[in-house]
């Protein structure tokens, strides 16, 4: 037994050497990997099913819609997408993947359908909508980010 013990502690101490030596490459590599896993995972572009663009809002977008639209976003959307939409609310400052800026082209080119499912199935730390919002809130908020882009040009003049 006690030769045995003799034998093993300098192969424990080369063990511990080497592991000691690499430690730091060993830690580079883990930030490197967390890094682009993260980069590969959260910044692909989010894309709404094909059969989103077919989804129609039975309401149509009347004015009260539109206002009805802007309520619910203010009281929930704008923490992370800011009032106007672009992206600045406060909850976006410590966020990895920053909140679109819904009066963005990018957005507004996107069906109502496609908007319609992302705000009732959201991806990451946008939440999804479709339990606590109802089907008419969601079609309002929709209608309401069309507005967005309206007010965005009509600063820009
Ligand atoms: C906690 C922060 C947060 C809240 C609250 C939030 N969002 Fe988002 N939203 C995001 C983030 C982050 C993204 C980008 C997600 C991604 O690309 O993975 C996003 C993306 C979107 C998109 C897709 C834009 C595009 O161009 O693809 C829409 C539409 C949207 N949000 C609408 C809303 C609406 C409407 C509400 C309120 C009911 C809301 N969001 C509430 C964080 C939030």
Not at 8 to 35: C, D, H, N, Y
Not at 47 to 59: I, T
Not at 83 to 89: E, L, P, R, W
Request: proline share 5%; glycine share 8%; hydrophobic share 40%.
């Amino acid at each position: 037994m006690h030769t045995r013990c003799k034998a093993i502690k300098p192969i424990f101490r080369q063990l511990k050497e080497v592991a000691g030596r690499s430690m730091p490459l060993l830690m580079v590599l883990l930030v490197v990997l967390l890094l682009s896993w993260n980069r590969g995972v959260q910044q692909e572009p989010w894309l709404a099913p094909a059969e989103a663009d077919s989804l129609r809002n039975p309401q149509g977008c009347e004015k009260g819609d539109m206002a009805a639209g802007r309520k619910i976003f203010e009281k929930i959307c704008w923490t992370c997408h800011g009032f106007d939409g672009s992206g600045n609310g406060p909850a976006a400052l410590n966020m990895k993947q920053k909140p679109a800026n819904l009066a963005h082209e990018k957005t507004q080119n996107q069906s109502d359908g496609a908007l319609y499912w992302k705000i009732s199935n959201g991806r990451g730390e946008m939440a999804p909508f479709k339990q606590t919002l109802s089907v008419r809130q969601r079609w309002q908020l929709v209608c309401y980010l069309r507005e967005l882009a309206t007010v965005k040009d009509e600063s820009k003049r």
